[in-house]
């Protein structure tokens, strides 16, 4: 252990130290509706440093879970370096879930003491009867404490007022657990990721890479991503790693949030699900304002239209896109290579919507239903594992360990074929897969190109049951603001681009597609809306 000692740890407290020292003027800036609240790196360390000192004040034992039901503001970002800065873990808590939900989350995580936004008092409180052992509520806000029923109910402000401004982040091993998210939960119970500072840092050094997110200290970060979603795709400490401004956007993003604070704050970098930038380029579309100085944005959670990546690139940003799961945040990236050939604009789109290449220290591979390799030939689908630095070895409380991992390598649920060039393709989630007389079909495949059509907002592929086929897919389709389509002319787009049978017959015309708590198409929903007759069937005739 001392020799361990000796040698320097990968940890979180020394990217904010870094970023007092030499970015201390640097803006940290939340955007609320009616105020904008500046602080600095230089105080996000100050005010890190006094909490962290008091969570030792609140009876909390080393690596005792530490909840937080918050927007994304500086004091979330204060939290993600004071808890696990004094050894204790930051457990992320999703303010979309149901109550039930979030109960069961908070109870299976044994938080001891959860922060919380006044704005979410209420949800809280209709959950803290089923929470017995939290020993102490701290309410996040501006204005006199809030009247609430929850006990003991403490003030962050003052919390932070009677901290130790000299207090020091603990030292010790880089395994040591920092943060616990848990999945959103698309297709099951949520399940927890305990991630190390080791493996924060790690997955925080590698978005900062040119060919990773390429953000560096030039660069303004909108956190548009939920800073409980997947670690907030580790937007707090990347941003303090480099010495970046940060712009906290606060609750309830909306397209039009997005633009005003690009502009406001001059934005140049941001990173966020699919459906946010869907949404963000419909509107700078329809009203002809421009995204400067927006550079880059990274997608990622769900697949990213060629499409979309073409539509960002008339207006002057860079979309890449990254596959990542909270069990292995930052899996692959997409990129074009120099040796692939791909020379007009769409060409080029179709492999920047490929789910690329491993980053460095991970490695991917596709295997069958019997666990057996297969090859990379760009056609071979199979089951897509990962292994690599900071891929999860097993789920928080679960007890059957890294016997989930398969001879060592982590499956996660996703259908992929991978070319001989490397380039990994996302099919499917194991659990969305359409069966079609014995063979499969790609829903994202499908939901991209029909993404491409003028007409379309959004699209989700979904399987129908069928007598003949056993299945067939069901576009269930949103048209863009003021247009109307028929399946017709859906199904006569779709026939030239894919195969005869893939073509879906059948199609649902919807005011929009629900989404997950993360903002994924939740097809779940849709197939229980489909199973209880709420979709009105339209055939396309041939
Ligand atoms: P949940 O499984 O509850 O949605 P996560 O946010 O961890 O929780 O989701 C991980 C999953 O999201 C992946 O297994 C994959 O299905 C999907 N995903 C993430 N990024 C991409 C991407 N770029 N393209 C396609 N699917 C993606």
């Known amino acids: 252990m001392e020799g361990l000692m000796m040698t320097p740890q990968l940890r979180l407290p020394p990217f904010l130290e870094r970023a007092e020292r030499y970015f201390g003027d640097r803006e940290v800036v939340t955007r609320l509706a009616g105020s904008i609240r500046r602080s600095s790196w230089r105080e996000v360390g100050r005010r890190a440093r006094r909490l962290a000192s008091a969570l030792d004040g609140l009876g909390l034992a080393p690596f005792d879970r530490v909840g937080v039901l918050a927007w994304n503001t500086h004091r979330y970002v204060e939290l993600y370096f004071a808890v696990p800065g004094a050894q204790r873990v930051l457990h992320t808590l999703n303010l979309r879930l149901h109550a039930d939900q979030l109960a069961w989350v908070a109870a299976h995580a044994d938080d001891r003491v959860i922060f919380v936004d006044e704005a979410l008092l209420p949800l809280l409180e209709a959950v803290a009867p089923k929470l017995p052992r939290v020993q102490?509520?701290?309410?996040?806000?501006?204005?006199?404490?809030?009247?609430?029923?929850?006990s003991p109910v403490l003030d962050y402000e003052q919390l932070v007022e009677r901290g130790d401004p000299d207090f020091r982040f603990a030292d010790g091993p880089e395994t040591e657990a920092a943060l616990l998210c848990y999945t959103s939960g698309t297709t099951g119970h949520p399940k927890g990721v305990l991630y190390s500072h080791r493996s924060l840092v790690h997955a925080s050094l590698m978005m900062t890479t040119v060919d990773g997110f390429g953000i560096g200290e030039r660069d303004t970060i909108l956190v548009a991503v939920p800073l409980f979603h997947a670690a907030g795709w580790c937007m707090p400490y990347v941003g303090a790693a480099v010495g970046a401004k940060l712009v906290l956007p606060g609750p309830n993003l909306q397209p039009a949030d997005v633009l005003g604070a690009i502009d406001a704050e001059r934005v140049t970098f941001s990173a966020g699900v699919p459906t946010v930038w869907n949404g963000v380029a419909a509107l700078a579309e329809s009203t002809g304002r421009t995204l400067a100085p927006l550079e880059r944005v990274i997608c990622a959670g769900s697949a990213v239209p060629a499409a979309l990546i073409g539509r960002y690139e008339r207006l002057g940003v860079t979309v890449r896109q990254a596959w990542g799961m909270t069990e292995a945040p930052l899996g692959t990236m997409s990129c074009l290579k120099q040796t692939t050939r791909a020379e007009t604009p769409s060409e080029r789109h179709a492999v920047l919507a490929r789910q690329g290449l491993p980053i460095p220290t991970s490695e991917v591979r596709i295997v069958d239903a019997d666990g057996r390799v297969l090859p990379n030939d760009g056609k071979s689908a199979g089951e897509l594992e990962i292994r690599g630095v900071n891929v999860a070895r097993a789920y928080f409380g679960d007890e059957r360990g890294d016997e989930t991992l398969h001879d060592g390598w982590f499956p996660t649920g996703d259908v992929a074929t991978i070319d001989a060039e490397g380039y990994l393709v996302i099919r499917d989630r194991t659990k969305d897969v359409i069966k079609s007389g014995g063979e499969w079909i790609s829903s994202l495949e499908l939901e991209s190109l029909l993404a491409s059509h003028p007409k379309v907002a959004e699209a989700a592929v979904i399987a129908r049951p069928d007598e003949k086929w056993v299945e067939r897919p069901l576009a269930c389709v949103v048209a863009r603001d003021g247009q109307s389509v028929s399946a017709e002319e859906l199904r006569s787009f779709l026939a030239p681009k894919v195969a005869r049978w893939?073509?879906?017959e059948t199609y649902a015309f919807v005011a929009e597609i629900p989404k997950t708590s993360v903002g994924k198409f939740d097809k779940k929903?849709?197939?229980?809306?489909?199973?209880?007759?709420?979709?009105?069937?339209?055939?396309a005739e041939e």
């Open 525 to 539: 929903r849709l197939r229980e809306r489909l199973q209880r007759g709420e979709l009105t069937i339209v055939r």
């Open 136 to 150: 102490a509520y701290v309410v996040l806000g501006d204005g006199p404490a809030p009247k609430t029923s929850l």
């Open 502 to 504: 893939w073509t879906p």
